[in-house]
T-cell receptor, first 116, second 114 residues
Framework: GAGVSQSPSNKVTEKGKDVELRCDPI?????LYWYRQSLGQGLEFLIY????????KSGLPSDRFSAERTGGSVSTLTIQRTQQEDSAVYLC??????????????FGPGTRLTVL | KQEVTQIPAALSVPEGENLVLNCSFT??????LQWFRQDPGKGLTSLLL?????REQTSGRLNASLDKSSGRSTLYIAASQPGDSATYLC?????????????FGAGTRLAVHP
């Protein structure tokens, strides 16, 4: 595809339910990132995938959050037992990682999650 | 801990003005700095990326400068247009100890009125 795509664009769920958010990065981009944008918190890093390396999970706020990246392409962010404070826009980004250099990050449109 | 600050938080100007948006960061050991715009309800659009070894980058009416030693970057918008109205975010990538992520400022909300 031409850019990073995310689905769903909006998700409303009840407190305590599990949700899955999907990200399709730009074809050929080996690096994939998840960020969260919430009111009053700005944009914060969640997790990073690079090729076959172990992901950098340092930004995940709790063990209710997990993510995987299958086949080095599509990624799924899962939030278990959602809480109201999980309400935010979840943004995915991808970039090339070539020759040991980090390149420009391109962002998807985001998934707006509302936990009732 | 790296902190990124953007000033002003909001700006409202008439069409045609030249603008300067400011971004400062506390730790000068950065790998690169990236400017984005975000329209309401949308994702981020990358505007310019400046590597730590560079002093400036230009794209159309946009010019971004970087002074790494003083921990500052500016985004210059020439001849502003109503279509420039958006939130502008700067983000830095650390050179070490967390270089896998971007650290964002809170943004400058720009309104350009006809």
């Amino acid at each position: 595809g031409a850019g990073v795509s995310q689905s769903p664009s909006n998700k409303v769920t009840e407190k305590g339910k599990d949700v899955e958010l999907r990200c399709d990065p730009i074809s050929g981009h080996t690096a994939l990132y998840w960020y969260r944008q919430s009111l009053g918190q700005g944009l914060e890093f969640l997790i990073y995938f690079q090729g076959n390396s172990a992901p950098d999970k340092s930004g995940l706020p709790s063990d209710r959050f997990s993510a995987e990246r299958t086949g080095g392409s599509v990624s799924t962010l899962t939030i278990q037992r959602t809480q109201q404070e999980d309400s935010a826009v979840y943004l995915c980004a991808s970039s090339l990682f070539s020759g040991g250099s980090y390149n420009e990050q391109f962002f998807g449109p985001g998934t707006r999650l509302t936990v009732l | 801990k790296q902190e990124v600050t953007q000033i002003p938080a909001a700006l409202s100007v008439p069409e045609g003005e030249n603008l300067v948006l400011n971004c400062s960061f506390t730790d000068s050991a950065i790998y690169n700095l990236q400017w984005f715009r975000q329209d309401p309800g949308k994702g981020l659009t990358s505007l310019l990326l400046i590597q730590s070894s560079q002093r400036e980058q230009t794209s159309g009416r946009l010019n971004a400068s970087l002074d790494k030693s003083s921990g500052r970057s500016t985004l210059y918008i020439a001849a502003s247009q109503p279509g420039d109205s958006a939130t502008y975010l700067c983000a830095v990538r650390q050179a070490s100890g967390g270089y896998n992520k971007l650290i964002f400022g809170a943004g400058t909300r720009l309104a350009v009125h006809p």
